[in-house]
């Protein structure tokens, strides 16, 4: 069996994925034949990325291209990914990123001597020459730990709020268990349900200080910076998460995080300029339905954690009357990498 898996999607990312795929190229050298394949998934690719796929294919040892005749989004295009992977591990990486020389050789030897269901990476984020290093925040490093400890507690940044998929190392059997898979149709924050799911339903964890994957902030096509109607995606991914968790065994104990994570996060989209203005409106009152929507008591309960002005806010469009958002804008057709950069835009301090 082959032993670790790498999967890349790729959408219209033509300026980027050339240093992706030199990355690749130098950490294959790293392998003998049949322990590592880099599963590239080009995701209905319009503007030249399939052509570099192409080429890659037969430049780079140990790729596969796996074509998809339909563009999905990012979620979609990773579960072609996890379809086709064969490896006894798995990880991922964005087609706009890329990964340090010798760092899935050093991921691997994590993976196999921890032996847990998924281990967790810190990265580096690159803005235009700006480097800063993410670190996992979770601080006990190298030591195998129960993945529902490190959801807790609801006012403090914590594991789930790490959801880069890309920032670590999973166990094939989290992928036949159903755990690894992406919820198809999101195509923004696609990795919050999913990052819940692991550490709710995988029996173990670690965290362990690599720093090998380099993520590219600032990508001119990012949702992060484009403010169509994939942005109310959102919405949908924390509704999801949100009912999840109410059927967990733990879902009291769970739930005050989930709903007091999901009230930061429509704060931080209200308080954003990404939107275009026909669209403003909708968010208004598609967020003012979500609140209403939540726990009355959970609810009351995240705001009076919350600052003044943040709680004031969320306060306030709970309470506006309920009206027509108006005609549905039609969205543009998402790029997988840059659906992919969204989740950041929702994670960590945001989050909080």
């Avoid at 990404?274 to 309960?301: G, I, K, Q, S, Y």
């Avoid at 009357?321 to 840059?338: C, H, I, M, Q, Y």
């Amino acid at each position: 069996m082959v032993k670790l898996s790498v999967i890349v999607p790729f959408r219209n990312v033509r300026p980027y994925a050339p240093d992706a795929l030199r990355s690749l190229q130098v950490n294959s050298a790293d392998f003998e034949k049949g322990e590592i394949e880099f599963v590239l998934v080009d995701d209905s690719s319009t503007d030249g990325t399939s052509d570099l796929l192409d080429r890659a294919e037969k430049e780079i040892p140990h790729a596969v291209v796996v074509r998809r005749g339909r563009q999905g989004g990012v979620a979609a295009a990773r579960n072609s990914g996890l379809d086709a992977a064969r490896g006894e591990f798995l990880t991922f990486l964005d087609g706009d990123d890329w990964a340090a020389p010798g760092h899935y050789r050093r991921l691997l030897a994590a993976a196999e001597s921890l032996g847990c269901d998924f281990v967790r990476t810190d990265h580096v984020s690159c803005t235009g020459r700006r480097r800063t290093l993410v670190r996992a925040p979770h601080g006990l490093r190298g030591t195998v730990l129960d993945p529902r400890d490190a959801i807790l507690p609801a006012h403090r940044t914590t594991s789930v709020d790490y959801a880069y998929a890309w920032a670590g190392v999973y166990h094939r059997r989290l992928l036949e268990s159903g755990v690894l898979r992406f919820d198809d149709g999101l195509h923004t924050a696609e990795d919050r349900p999913w990052i819940w799911r692991l550490h709710r339903e995988a029996s173990s964890f670690a965290v362990v200080g690599l720093t090998g994957v380099f993520y590219r902030r600032g990508v001119a096509d990012s949702l992060t910076r484009i403010g169509d109607e994939r942005q109310l995606d959102f919405i949908r991914a924390y509704d999801l998460l949100v009912e999840e968790t109410s059927r967990d065994r733990d879902a009291a104990a769970l739930l005050p995080k989930a709903v007091r994570t999901y009230c930061a996060v429509v704060h931080h989209h209200l308080t954003g300029d990404r939107f275009e203005p026909r669209l403003t409106r909708t968010l208004r009152a598609r967020c003012a339905e979500a609140l209403r929507r939540l726990p009355d008591d959970l609810v009351r309960e995240a705001l009076d954690s919350m600052d003044a002005g943040r709680s004031a806010r969320l306060r306030r469009l709970r309470r506006r009357p309920v009206l027509s958002p108006g005609p549905r804008a039609e969205p543009t057709a998402p790029g997988t990498a840059a659906a992919a950069s969204t989740t950041a835009a929702t994670s960590g301090e945001d989050a909080r």
